[in-house]
């Protein structure tokens, strides 16, 4: 279901029969608090292109069923566990995609123990640090294409230990930790950059569980054969 235009006062919508989905495209939503409050029946929503300075706490308010958000082309430079919190702790997929994004703080998703996919492509990260991810026990994939990183802190994946699929392509790392992989059960991994065979076979040793590894025009599949594009 896609609105128009938002009634942006509290419990708004709260008798409304609506549908389970509901996108928001170009709808302004500034200043919304709970419009949806006790809407059981909804598990999705997209907001898309609103104008927004700072992510809309707020607006998520009460919808307590909520597996699914996504959320792009905003301009909401910081991620906290207090912006994120109104979110449902039952989400399962978090796209938050091309919103400016240059600040995550420690521990912003940590309520989120059933998320199982994160994307943050296009956003303007420029380094990951310990704690950013800490608290994901259910996280799958993690997608971080496209962004401006350079530095990748040593321990910033080490609690992600269900992660299958990382990708780190279109970034501008000048170096990664020896151990950034290590201990990881990584099926699928892409990152870009410019590596020597040997320095990209010795990121990715540890990693008995890859299929495929793709560190900049360099390709390693799981039967340790390389490939370059």
Same mark, same amino acid.
């Given at each position: ?23 928001f495209d170009g709808v302004n939503i500034d200043g919304a608090s709970g419009p949806f409050i006790n809407q059981d029946k909804i598990t999705a929503i ?21 597996i699914y958000v996504h959320v792009f082309g905003q301009n909401c430079p910081t991620l906290s566990k207090h912006l994120l919190s109104e979110i449902s ?50 996280? @799958? ?55 020597? @065979? ?6 990715? @040793? ?24």
């Open positions: 279901q896609e609105f128009r235009k938002l009634n942006l006062t509290e419990g708004a919508y709260s008798r409304f029969n609506l549908s389970t989905s509901l996108v997209s907001l898309i292109n609103n104008g927004l300075q700072e992510f809309p706490r707020d607006f998520f308010r009460g919808i307590s069923n909520l702790n039952n989400i399962v997929t978090l796209r938050l995609v091309q919103n400016s994004v240059t600040n995550i703080e420690a521990e912003a998703f940590s309520n989120f123990r059933k998320l199982k996919y994160l994307v943050l492509s296009n956003n303007r990260l420029t380094e990951l640090q310990p704690d950013m991810f800490s608290g994901l026990d259910s996280l @799958e994939v993690l997608e971080l294409d496209g962004n401006k990183i350079i530095t990748v802190q040593p321990g910033t994946f080490a609690s992600l230990l269900k992660l299958r699929w990382l990708f780190l392509r279109d970034n501008l790392f000048e170096s990664l930790p020896d151990d950034i992989f290590t201990g990881l059960r990584l099926q699928l991994l892409n990152f870009s950059g410019n590596w020597t @065979e040997d320095r990209c076979q010795s990121l990715l @040793e540890h990693l008995d569980h890859l299929r495929t590894g793709t560190c900049g025009d360099i390709i390693i599949t799981k039967y340790t054969s390389i490939m370059r594009f």
